[in-house]
């Protein structure tokens, strides 16, 4: 299957406290391990930038799933929290909790429209049966 679309990353320096930036020029920034991770803190980081992306694309697939099924939204958002936890083996997991906000919408309607955008979202699908990824729909 050909790709739509691939972004290119590259880390340099020392991993969790070195740099990354992208071929497209977009993205060029210093990384630092979390102070809550027994870094310094003071720059961005992985999970900061997953995070990011989660949401965005998150958002793209509710807007997408909303305009398939001629619903309208208006002042729409999607947090994204990404949970660093140990795994018992010395090593890490990732779980995700997903805040959906959308107003003047019944629950009803907007927990199904969360729900069929994590059917489409890519980040979902890449993640989905990997990790822990939690949905909370509200209106405010």
Same mark, same amino acid.
């Given at each position: 299957?050909?790709?739509?679309?691939?972004?290119?990353?590259?880390?340099?320096?020392?991993?969790?406290?070195?740099? *990354?930036?992208?071929?497209?020029?977009?993205?060029?920034? /210093?990384?630092?391990?979390?102070?809550?991770? @027994?870094?310094?803190?003071? @720059?961005?980081?992985?999970?900061?930038?997953?995070?990011? @992306?989660?949401?965005?694309?998150?958002?793209?697939?509710? #807007?997408? *799933?909303?305009?398939? #099924?001629?619903?309208?939204?208006? /002042?729409?958002?999607?947090?994204?929290? *990404?949970?660093?936890?140990?795994? @018992? /083996?010395?090593?890490? *997991?990732?779980?995700?909790?997903?805040?959906?906000?959308?107003?003047?919408?019944?629950?009803? #309607?907007? #927990?199904?429209?969360?729900?069929?955008?994590?059917?489409?979202?890519?980040?979902?699908?890449?993640?989905?049966?990997?990790?822990?990824?939690?949905?909370?729909?509200?209106? /405010?």
């Amino acid at each position: 299957m050909n790709p739509l679309y691939t972004a290119e990353a590259l880390s340099t320096g020392a991993g969790r406290n070195g740099h *990354v930036t992208t071929t497209s020029g977009t993205i060029s920034l /210093d990384l630092a391990t979390p102070k809550a991770m @027994g870094g310094s803190g003071g @720059g961005a980081n992985p999970e900061e930038l997953f995070a990011a @992306g989660y949401a965005a694309c998150f958002h793209s697939a509710l #807007q997408m *799933v909303a305009r398939s #099924q001629k619903a309208t939204l208006t /002042d729409t958002s999607v947090g994204s929290l *990404v949970h660093v936890l140990p795994n @018992g /083996d010395g090593g890490f *997991v990732l779980a995700v909790t997903l805040e959906v906000v959308i107003p003047e919408m019944a629950h009803e #309607q907007a #927990q199904a429209l969360a729900e069929a955008a994590h059917k489409v979202c890519p980040y979902s699908n890449a993640t989905r049966g990997n990790i822990e990824v939690t949905i909370n729909v509200t209106d /405010d």
